[in-house]
């Protein structure tokens, strides 16, 4: 039995140009993309995922994949996973930028760990809304909503030579002022509590100049700040579920989905 050359690439093109996409995505969401999770483990995943969901996916261009043409949609599809997994980055990143803004605060700021998603330290209260804002996306199933909003996408965007145009990279970039309003915002309560605890040592400062102000707000500082942390968690998960609806909106628009 033979068969053509055409159809050979046709067949080929229908599994390359999706795996493309969906690999891109994976090495760069939360959680999957970090430096944890062994690459062989995330192209498996992706070469599962693309089998599963390609002979359901529109029939690709007849483009020659190996030509300046096939070259440039493969470009696109790497292009549009990459900016989906990274849109899921930028959510979690709110967290961090607030437990810097807290950890600064609090003088927990000198207490540092290394951030797996990137390898740069942060302070350990911005670790610490990281693994809490991780866990959080795995229990609403975020994993699992990011590959049907991909998988959708092939359907709203489909494999070609257009890929995702200007005005929406804009709007990526734009969305970047909610990742530092968000982070602000879930830090604020914090830092009103720490402004007024220092504001009472400026007092006793001026009321007592004898005390040493450092030696004594050194550590109440830092106790105070790790029960403020405590009394404000219960405001992290409607904090993370906002953050997340927006970020997923965002997807949304990117790949034309109506979600």
Known sequence: MEFPMNIIMESMAAYIWPLFRITSMLMVMVAFG?????????????????IAVAPALPAPPPIDMFSIQGALVTMHQVLIGTLTGFISILVLHTFVVA???????????????????????????????????????????????????????FHTMP???EGISLPKFEAVARWGGWMFAGGLALGLSALVALLLINFSFGVMTRAAPQLNIFTIGFPVTMLSGLLIIWLTLGNFVSHFEAQWYRGVELMCQVLNDAC
Do not use: C, K, W
């Not at 610490?128 to 959708?152: P, Q």
């Open 99 to 153: 437990g810097q803004v807290v950890g600064m605060q609090t003088s927990l700021g000198f207490a540092s760990l290394v951030d797996p998603n990137n390898g740069q330290s942060v302070p350990v209260i911005g670790q610490f809304y990281l693994m809490l804002a991780t866990l959080l996306f795995f229990a609403i199933d975020g994993h699992l909503l990011m590959i049907r909003i991909i998988v959708e996408s």
């Open 34 to 50: 970090t430096q944890n999770v062994p690459t062989p483990i995330r192209l498996g995943l992706s070469i599962a995922i693309t």
């Open 159 to 161: 494999v070609g030579p």
